[in-house]
Structures are given as structure tokens and as C-alpha cells.
């Protein structure tokens, strides 16, 4: 057992009673299976919104059902907030206040003072803004303060048997939106579409984003074969939401 495991299971059975914000992704799930583990008393809170996609929901939901911990859902309209929808270049900030402002309200009536979220130490807190929301409402972050990283956590979820330890990193379907764009439900709705077609032919990590009413597809380099494979379906399906479809042949990081 590392030295920032250790740490985290102190951290954890020293507070005993919190509750976990939890998207289904690798972090959160780790971190509340190490939660259930450690024999705290926990509840998963998930924030529903339009920015969310629904296999999203769904991971969360048998992330939950496996570590056997209770799993709120809290809906909430984050369009209807003008400082989110408008898109500016601190979008993530404002969404996060809204989103941590909502859990921390039904923590509240549910007995819970102590709020954890599963931000990790690889993250840069200088290129999050959203991190700058989580400050200012007291959120903790126990895999950061632990020192555990994104591959640390991953190979801990592997040995834990999480389905998560191999789940690419997902980020919420605004980013898909230039900032300075609105964000509409129509806009999230078709980014959630092709997205959907894309993962059922078999691409594991990428993204679709939009820019007017055009699609950028952006894939790892090892999905360049099948997407050439499926270049006339993709290109079929695609247009029948967008103008044109192209290709960014720089292979970024998602």
C-alpha cells in the first residue's frame, strides 16, 4: 500500500460522515468506494442536468449499485442560469457554484456539513476555474490533499475490480462549445447524439465539437484506422445535424 493510500483511508475514517459529489467517472468512484471501505457513513449525490450525458447517469448509477452506497440524484435546470448558458470563459466556474450550491443544500437536510469531491492531484488547479468555485464553498478534495494521482487511481480502481479503471476522462458536453457561443439544449442534445453514434462503432476516446452548426471530430491516434473504416457512415449520420464534418488531424490531447 502506497504512502498516499495510506493517507487517504486515515483521512476518510478520521471524518467518518461526509457526503461525495459524484459524476461516475474514475475519481469519484474510487473515492467512494474507498468510502464504503472505510466504514464511513457516505451518500453519492448526483447533479443531473442537461450538461450530463445519460451514459453518464448510467455509469454512475451501477458505480453506486457496486459499492453499495446510496446515491442521490438532484436535478437541476443549469441553463436557466444566465451566467452558465451565455458561455462566457469562466463558464466552469459558474457552473460549479451552482452545482456544489445544489448538493450542499440536500447534504444539508440530509445531516451532512462535509462535502468531498474526487478532483486528484494531477489536476491543474490553474487551468480549472471550476476549482476556484470549490474553494470558496469549503469543498474538499481527499485524492488531491492525499497526493493521489490519475494513474495511481486508476491502478487502484483495477485492483479494487472498478469498472471505471479504464473509463477515458469525460468532460461535461458544454465543452464542446466554443466559448462566447450560447449554450442551448439543442446544441447539448446534438453533441450528445453524435457522440452516442460514434460510441457505438467502437471509438472509445474522442470528442465532437461544434463550431457554427459544423462538426471537428477529435480522435486518439489509434482510432485514425476505424474512423477512416467508417468514414462514409460517420459522414452520413453526422450531416444530418451538421453543415460539414471535419477531421482535426493534430491528435491533441482530449
Known amino acids: 500500500m502506497s504512502a498516499a493510500e495510506e493517507k487517504l483511508i486515515r483521512l476518510l475514517q478520521e471524518n467518518k460522515k461526509f457526503a461525495v459529489a459524484f459524476s461516475g467517472g474514475v475519481d469519484s468512484v474510487y473515492l ?4 464504503v471501505k472505510s466504514g464511513a457513513d457516505v451518500t453519492a449525490y448526483y447533479v443531473r442536468s442537461a450538461f450530463q450525458p445519460q451514459f453518464e447517469f448510467e455509469d454512475a448509477k451501477r458505480a453506486a449499485k457496486i459499492t ?6 438532484i436535478d437541476l435546470d443549469i441553463l436557466a442560469c444566465d451566467e452558465v448558458a451565455k458561455n462566457p ?12 450550491a445544489a448538493i450542499i443544500e440536500q447534504a444539508k437536510k440530509d445531516g451532512y456539513s462535509l462535502i468531498f ?16 468555485a470549490l474553494k470558496e464553498m469549503k469543498v474538499r478534495s481527499p485524492l488531491r490533499e492525499c497526493g493521489l494521482t ?9 485492483e479494487a475490480e472498478l469498472f471505471t479503471w479504464e473509463k477515458p476522462s469525460y468532460a461535461c458536453l458544454a465543452t464542446r462549445i466554443p466559448a462566447g457561443d450560447v449554450i442551448t439544449a439543442e446544441k447539448l442534445n446534438k453533441t450528445e447524439n453524435a457522440e452516442d453514434y460514434l460510441s457505438r462503432l467502437g471509438f472509445s476516446d474522442f470528442r465532437v465539437r461544434m463550431i457554427k452548426n459544423d462538426a471537428k471530430i477529435q480522435i486518439t491516434k489509434g482510432d485514425m484506422p476505424l474512423l477512416f473504416e467508417k468514414r462514409a457512415e460517420v459522414l452520413e449520420e453526422l450531416k444530418k445535424h451538421y453543415s460539414n464534418v471535419y477531421l482535426d488531424l493534430e491528435v491533441r490531447g482530449l
Open 32 to 35: 467512494l468506494y474507498a468510502a
Open 89 to 100: 470563459s469562466d463558464r466552469c466556474y459558474h457552473c460549479k457554484k451552482r452545482i456544489f
Open 117 to 132: 469531491d474526487g478532483t486528484n492531484a494531477s489536476d491543474d488547479s490553474s487551468d480549472r476555474p471550476g476549482m476556484k
Open 150 to 158: 490519475k494513474k495511481e487511481i486508476r491502478e487502484l480502481s483495477k
Open 68 to 73: 453499495k452506497a446510496e446515491m442521490k440524484v
